[in-house]
């Protein structure tokens, strides 16, 4: 039995990445959006936990963990926003904030 090579977590992340980037070309609603961008972030970290794993180098964990601060703050202020725009316009559909463009 092998063990799980790079090309695993290369595969995984590609996949993860995608349906990220899918879920942001394709759904309307934007805490769906933000989700995928953090799922597209996820899928960076997992990669970059990998290489570093693979070559024994911590600074690519390190590296991850200033990513999902910056991430998390981030959604913060998003979550914040969009509360704020919920309360005042009662929807949180993107086609409709193009509409208050006009």
Not at 54 to 68: K, R
Not at 71 to 96: H, K, P, T
């Amino acid at each position: 039995m092998t063990g799980i090579t790079i090309n695993h977590y290369l595969l995984l992340s590609a996949i993860l990445f995608c349906i990220g980037v899918a879920g942001v070309l394709f759904r309307r609603n934007a805490i769906i959006i933000f989700m995928c961008i953090e799922l597209m972030l996820n899928s960076v970290n997992l990669l970059l936990t990998a290489f570093s794993n693979q070559h024994n180098d911590p600074s690519g964990q390190i590296f991850v963990f200033f990513i999902m601060a910056v991430a998390a703050a981030e959604v913060a202020v998003g979550l914040a926003i969009l509360v704020m725009i919920y309360r005042n316009a009662r929807s949180v559909d993107i086609d409709f904030f193009n509409k208050l463009k006009e």
